[in-house]
């Protein structure tokens, strides 16, 4: 089954998705975004779509209609966007609930969430992405699992407040993780080393995290108990201490484990 598709929205994720949509087969109809020029670089990406700057799609031959903007912008969205009859109005947010959209002049609603770290640029293969699902009515969401299957194999039917707990455990998986490979970058900068030196560790231990399971992989003083050494980088990050306070946590908290 191929849909006729509109994006409301021109940042990371409507970047990647709306060529992968079309790859797929799918007509994308729209791209909104409120700078016409940022949903024209979307629509540059694929063949005869619209961009637009308002959101009146009353006379739109999309069937879907996926909102990929910020999680703080999505209840204006939602609230705003006209819609023609018959029309499904999906979020692809992983923290926000399906119900946010319940006041939306949608016939039908729902979550398509890719559970991935999208960055503008950067090569995303879809087909190894899974795709969170909701809907209220069992019709729609047999649609979007079509829509999604199209995608990925990877396609998951997931309720909000389970969405919002996986949501949680990607931030610790990917965003923090990518915050203490900067703050490791920061460090290595300081002392004048190469991070080049850190790279085949971080691999080594992404890895072996995954393979053996991250309580089984973990290394480290923490885990040893080993305090003497945990004083001693403590201390030597006394000159800064936002990442003297982080190191002590976590390494309180794999002690603790």
């Known amino acids: 089954m191929k849909f006729k598709i509109a994006i409301l929205g021109a940042g990371n994720v409507a970047w990647h998705l709306a060529p992968a949509l079309e790859d797929a087969g ?3 109809t729209e791209v909104y975004a409120r700078d016409l020029e940022k949903a024209k ?13 308002d959101l009146d799609f009353s006379e739109s031959k999309g069937e879907i209609f996926i909102i990929a903007v910020k999680d703080s ?16 109005l999906v979020h692809t947010s992983g923290t926000i609930p399906l119900d946010i959209l319940g006041y939306s002049s949608a016939s039908y609603t729902g979550i398509f969430y890719p559970l991935q770290s999208f960055t503008k640029g950067r090569k ?20 979007l699992k079509k829509l999604a299957k199209s995608l990925s194999p990877l396609t998951y039917v997931v309720r909000s407040k389970d ?17 203490m ?9 300081k002392q004048g080393a190469d991070f080049e030196m850190l790279k085949p560790l971080i691999i080594e231990t992404i890895s072996k995290s995954l393979q053996l ?13 080993d305090y003497e050494t945990l004083e001693d980088h403590h201390q030597f990050l006394s000159y800064n201490e936002s990442f003297a306070e982080i190191y002590k946590l976590i390494s309180q908290d794999i002690i603790d484990s």
Do not use: C, W
């Open 26 to 28: 799918h007509e994308i």
């Open 41 to 53: 670089q979307i629509t540059e990406r694929v063949y005869s779509a619209e961009p637009k700057d």
């Open 73 to 88: 912008a999505i209840p204006e969205v939602a609230d705003e966007v006209i819609l023609p009859e018959g029309s499904i």
């Open 124 to 143: 995303i293969e879809l087909d190894e992405v899974p795709i969170l699902l909701e809907a209220d009515d069992e019709e729609t969401l047999q649609k």
């Open 163 to 179: 969405r919002k707990g996986i949501h949680v455990a990607a931030v610790f998986a990917s965003n923090f993780t990518n915050h």
């Open 181 to 189: 490979i900067r703050i490791a970058e920061e460090i290595m900068r």
């Open 213 to 225: 399971g991250a309580k089984n992989a973990q290394t480290g003083p923490a885990i040893r108990e």
